[in-house]
């Protein structure tokens, strides 16, 4: 049983498109998270959410929008993409924010913007 | 926040115990230390966690002397399927949320 899942695992667009990334956990986690991992592999928060409602907002340009329908999932919507946004996604989650907790990673999503 | 300092690269033969140290001298009273894994294509799994002395799971060990400064990261009898990188953290209370450093990688020979 997959924990953490996210679709597509590749994305290659082209700038000025609009896409998004899906995540869904079936854990039964109250938080999730997303992260961008870039060619350095460097891992960043972006945003995470808590019971549907924003928690973290990290400076990441509002072409870049997370959406909670539900505690399972955390969708992210990009805008405009640029050159720059080309990376790989992660999309995590933790039973809840009390600290310390563990994070559970999906798989990731590397997008490629030409 | 506090900063991690990790070596950047590691190598080790099969069998062998691999100790990864990691450095963070401003770490918090109320922090935790955690270490994750990470394959090439995957999202990082976590390893281990402690708040002081010593913490010894299936996998790995983790040391934290009295004074919190550092940690190591302790691998029994590495295999080949070690090979990854290793992050260490040291958690943010005030902002609930893990920074994640550059991490340790470690290449396992046959």
């Known amino acids: 049983d997959t924990a953490v899942s996210q679709t597509p695992k590749y994305l290659v667009t082209q700038m000025g498109n609009d896409k998004s990334i899906k995540c869904e956990q079936n854990?039964?986690?109250?938080?999730m998270y997303w992260y961008k991992q870039d060619s350095k592999k460097f891992l960043k928060i972006m945003f995470s959410?808590?019971?549907?409602?924003?928690?973290i907002n990290e400076t990441v340009p509002n072409r870049f929008s997370p959406k909670s329908p539900d505690k399972a999932h955390l969708n992210l919507h990009i805008n405009s993409l640029e050159l720059g946004d080309s990376a790989v996604y992660f999309c995590?989650?933790?039973?809840?924010?009390?600290?310390?907790?563990?994070?559970?990673f999906g798989p990731g999503t590397r997008l490629t913007v030409t | 926040l506090a900063k991690t300092t990790q070596p950047i690269s590691m190598d080790s033969y099969e069998g062998q115990e691999v100790n990864i140290t990691c450095s963070h001298n401003?770490?918090?009273?109320?922090?935790?230390i955690t270490w994750y894994q990470q394959f090439p294509s995957q999202g990082p799994r976590f390893i281990i966690q402690?708040?002081?002395t010593k913490v010894t799971n299936e996998v790995a060990s983790l040391f934290i002397p009295a004074d919190r400064k550092s940690s190591t990261l302790s691998l029994p009898r590495v295999s080949l399927s070690d090979t990854a990188v290793y992050y260490c953290?040291?958690?943010?209370?005030?902002?609930?949320?893990?920074?994640f450093g550059t991490g340790t990688r470690l290449q396992v020979f046959p």
């Open positions: 402690g708040y002081k």
């Open positions: 854990l039964g986690h109250d938080t």
């Open positions: 995590a989650s933790s039973q809840d924010l009390n600290w310390p907790y563990e994070q559970y």
């Open positions: 959410y808590n019971n549907k409602e924003l928690i």
């Open positions: 401003n770490i918090a009273t109320n922090d935790y």
């Open positions: 953290l040291v958690g943010d209370m005030t902002t609930d949320k893990l920074i």
